[in-house]
């Protein structure tokens, strides 16, 4: 029956992804305002279709240029933090190239940097700079890279500088200092049941893990549930600087992680009160 659901679902998934496309690029081709709002209800589509139950606490920042700075865990962190706000993303270069998935990245007006030389850095903060400065919502993973779902590794501050001492004008014609948002993800649920460290290698996917194998094992294991906190926004300039800022959203982004995954938020969808004690040490 696993094998038969998961068929079911990556059938489903072609079938209506491949269908979408045309309106979406359509809607780019156009600027419609439907083009923000289409990749949002999608992702929920996909996880309503994969079985991925989100909680989301706090508030995204939606109404204003935002650079949201998240903990990396794996692919299902996309349809799972693009179902709870209106977002786009920041990636990597290499993942325009990708076959379909990179088609879909790009429908959902990803941001693409390259990170094989330091001395691009400048050149990717202005692009970041430019969409942010236009009121749009970008996700960033610090880190580099993901990993098992159990830790945050330490934040890189380079692109986290598009939002640095930045007062700009808005669609809107006010001026605004960009913010950043932290953003934590955590995988706690396998069906239903809370997720132990182990079981998170089933969807967490890092180190040298290939994508369709994984996803497929994935798909089979079944349904599973994340939890989703948006953090207090940070003005860079009164933190400080993209230094500070990245420290304090690392442990902002640890803090919330350590959290859900010791089950601390609750289920009205509130943040809890800042962990203490044991659980205090171990976020720092």
Not at 47 to 71: E, H, K, S, W, Y
Not at 203 to 221: F, N, Q, R, S
Request: hydrophobic share 45%; proline share 5%.
């Amino acid at each position: 029956m696993t094998t038969l659901r998961a068929i079911a679902i990556l059938v489903i998934f072609l079938v209506l992804t491949v269908l979408s496309i045309p309106w979406q690029l359509f809607s780019l081709t156009f600027k419609l305002k439907g083009r923000k709002t289409f990749p949002y209800h999608f992702q929920k589509f996909l996880c309503n279709l994969f079985g991925i139950r989100v909680t989301v606490l706090g508030t995204p920042v939606q109404d204003r240029g935002v650079l949201m700075v998240a903990n990396h865990t794996g692919y299902f962190d996309i349809p799972i933090l693009g179902s709870a706000a209106q977002v786009s993303f920041v990636a990597k270069s290499e993942v325009k190239s990708w076959p379909f998935f990179g088609l879909l990245a790009t429908l959902q007006e990803t941001v693409y940097i390259d990170r094989s030389k330091k001395s691009r850095a400048g050149e990717s903060r202005e692009v970041l700079r430019a969409r942010l400065l236009a009121d749009d919502a970008l996700v960033l993973f610090p880190e580099g890279t993901s990993s098992d779902g159990n830790r945050v590794h330490k934040f890189k501050s380079a692109l986290i500088g598009a939002a640095e001492a930045q007062l700009g004008t808005g669609i809107a014609g006010d001026a605004q200092e960009i913010l950043v948002q932290p953003v934590s993800i955590a995988y706690v649920g396998l069906h239903g049941m809370p997720m132990g460290r182990e079981n998170r290698a089933l969807y967490a996917w890092y180190g040298d893990m290939e994508l369709v194998p994984h996803l497929w094992e994935a798909l089979k294991t079944g349904p599973f549930e994340a939890v989703v906190e948006f953090h207090q926004p940070i003005a860079v300039g009164q933190a400080g600087g993209r230094k500070e800022v990245a420290a304090l959203a690392e442990t902002v982004v640890r803090q919330g992680l350590m959290r859900a995954l010791n089950g601390i938020p609750t289920s009205r969808g509130r943040p809890a009160p800042p962990a203490d004690g044991a659980l205090a040490k171990a976020a720092l």
